[in-house]
């Protein structure tokens, strides 16, 4: 039997009766909605003098019934079942106007993005009987701009027997117009999605390295949607006809995930989720999945896991509502709070023993450095955004083999090789981690044992990706991490990066204008001269290291 929710405040026991009978009732599975069941249902709103709804299932048995206002009905949030991309909800909603009025807009948005089955408004005329029943159902691409049909109103006398038929084919519709025939062997298809303030070009760009992150973490991209407004929705970030409009393309397109560009508090993801019945994740979250999936020492290991468990403490109480509903009485502890403690202090003791073998992880190293500054070899540091060629450089340099792809984050752990340069110099040369416009400061803290490396540095060799159209952008986002890292006085030789994909005019003009020396890791042009200009630079600045000079 389903309880009634919503508005019961007020109810006499006898109409509490009546809807809980309501909720009993099982009625044709092919009609909208029986005569007998639709005369009983406006029978009840009626009296109640409130709206009244019932959620109806594929199998004829109803499943949830919602009093609300004469205004409306809020639909409780409803179980995760149901959700592959072309596939609807499973439920109809019929509820009750006491005007003669059709469906409102509330109601339309509820279908949009609860992916219902179908959303019926039934009016009620003054003595408590059914008149006609307004219905709508989505469409494929949206019928005029809008992503539902609207049927013609019919009494439910009069309905015809063709409900499941008519819903079977609509779900084929959207398999065949969603491409789920074209399913990509990837198990998880994402819409990325951008609200922002800042102007559409700067959101365009955001969203390309988003997608550029979406392919790194092995996500399918099938869709983008960028919204900017004056003031962010506190709840949503975005209006509620824009919610509807990310639903249709997750219908029609076979989408299981919404990934958005900005970061998004326990709050909000609870509220989009609620409202889109899909997985929701944000930026920060994504690029913690890639350093997890990438890290291969123990101590990358440490600490991607030190920067999830960071990330997920607040979430915690967001992370399953029925908890909530195990609380006991007054002025005692139900077992869903007694299970969030539990884990907030399993993953509080879990931080303190990952900070104690960071520290001991730090200590290590700084007895290496102490061993290499006792031999004094010159230290330098190649840095850089994610995708740089960092990598590729430091191969190039050194004949070594480290892990280069034509990824973001494709190097999460540090790479030290030894370089001889001109003026018989013999250097340290460390590969890091790639730095990315709003990095995560969880992240950032992590990984501070790893970018401790750069402290001790003799030179920071910034490489700059010159094939990038955001190269500028991307190269303030490294100068604002590394003065937020205290790197200010550590001397920083810029080098472009890629030109053999630039064509000779714009190398000129960028290496001008980052005052950086053009080079290509691939094609090895400019790479004796990055040799002579490091060796130059360590002469220049020496003390602290008496490097060797010869021949």
């Known amino acids: 039997m389903a309880r009634a929710y919503g508005n019961t405040a007020g109810l006499k026991p006898a109409l509490m009766r009546r809807l809980e009978r309501l909720g009993a009732r099982k009625a044709a599975p092919e009609f909208v909605i029986t005569p007998e069941l639709a005369r009983e249902l406006a029978a009840v709103s009626r009296e109640a003098g409130r709206q009244v709804g019932l959620l109806i299932d594929r199998r004829g048995r109803v499943t949830t019934v919602v009093v609300g206002d004469r205004e409306g009905i809020v639909i409780p949030v409803l179980p995760q079942t149901r959700v592959a991309g072309a596939r609807l909800k499973g439920l109809r909603c019929v509820h009750t ?37 307004h219905a709508a159902h989505l469409v494929p691409g949206g019928r005029g701009g809008e992503p539902w049909r609207l049927l013609p109103p019919a009494h439910p006398a009069h309905l015809e027997p063709d409900f499941l038929a008519n819903i079977a084919a609509l779900e084929d519709e959207f398999a065949r117009t969603g491409g789920a025939a074209h ?10 999605v951008s609200v922002s303030t800042a102007p559409r070009a700067v959101a365009d760009r955001s969203l390309d390295e988003l997608a550029e992150l979406a392919r790194t973490a092995g996500v399918e991209v099938v869709g983008r949607a960028a919204q900017r407004r004056r003031k962010v929705n506190p709840r949503l970030l975005m209006g509620r006809g824009k919610v509807g409009e990310l639903m249709l393309m997750a219908l029609e397109r076979d989408a299981n995930i919404l990934i958005f560009d900005q970061e998004l508090n326990p709050s909000q993801v609870r509220s989009i989720t609620d409202h889109t019945d899909m997985r929701v994740i944000d930026r920060t979250q994504l690029i913690l999945d890639i350093f997890a999936a990438r890290a291969k020492s123990r101590e990358g290991k440490l600490q991607v896991e030190m920067a999830q468990l960071k990330y997920l403490m607040p979430r915690l109480a967001a992370r399953d509502d029925s908890l909530s509903r195990l609380t006991g009485g007054i002025g005692a502890r139900g077992p869903g709070e007694t299970r969030l403690e539990i884990d907030r202090r399993r993953i509080k003791d879990r931080m303190a023993m990952l900070s104690a073998r960071l520290r001991q992880v730090s200590r290590q190293r700084h007895e290496r450095r102490r061993r290499r500054e006792r031999k004094q070899v010159p230290q330098v540091s190649l840095v850089g955004y994610t995708n740089a060629g960092k990598s590729t450089l430091l191969n190039a340099l050194t004949g070594s083999a480290v892990t280069a792809e034509n990824r973001l984050f494709a190097t999460l752990d540090p790479t030290s090789r030894r370089l ?19 990095l995560p400061d969880d992240l950032v803290q992590a990984f501070m044992a790893t970018l401790e490396e750069l402290h001790e540095a003799d030179l920071l060799v910034h490489v700059i990706d010159g094939a990038n159209p955001a190269a500028g952008e991307q190269k303030a986002a490294v100068e604002r991490i590394l003065a937020e890292l205290g790197l200010r006085a550590t001397p920083v030789l810029p080098v472009l990066n890629k030109t053999d994909l630039l064509a000779p005019d714009e190398v000129r003009r960028l290496a001008a204008e980052f005052g950086a020396l053009p080079v290509s890791a691939l094609s090895g042009e400019g790479l004796v001269e990055l040799s002579e200009r490091i060796g130059e630079w360590l002469v220049r600045l020496s003390p602290p290291h008496a490097c060797p000079e010869g021949g």
Do not use: K
């Open 420 to 438: 001889r340069v001109p003026r018989d110099i013999e250097v340290i040369i460390s590969d890091t981690v790639g730095f990315i416009s709003r």
């Open 183 to 192: 399913r990509a062997a990837a198990a998880d298809r994402a819409i990325l």
């Open 97 to 133: 106007h006491l005007d003669p009025s059709g469906l409102s807009r509330d109601d339309l948005m509820d279908l949009a993005c609860l992916r219902l089955d179908l959303m019926a408004a039934l009016c009620v005329d003054r003595q408590g009987y059914p008149a006609l029943l």
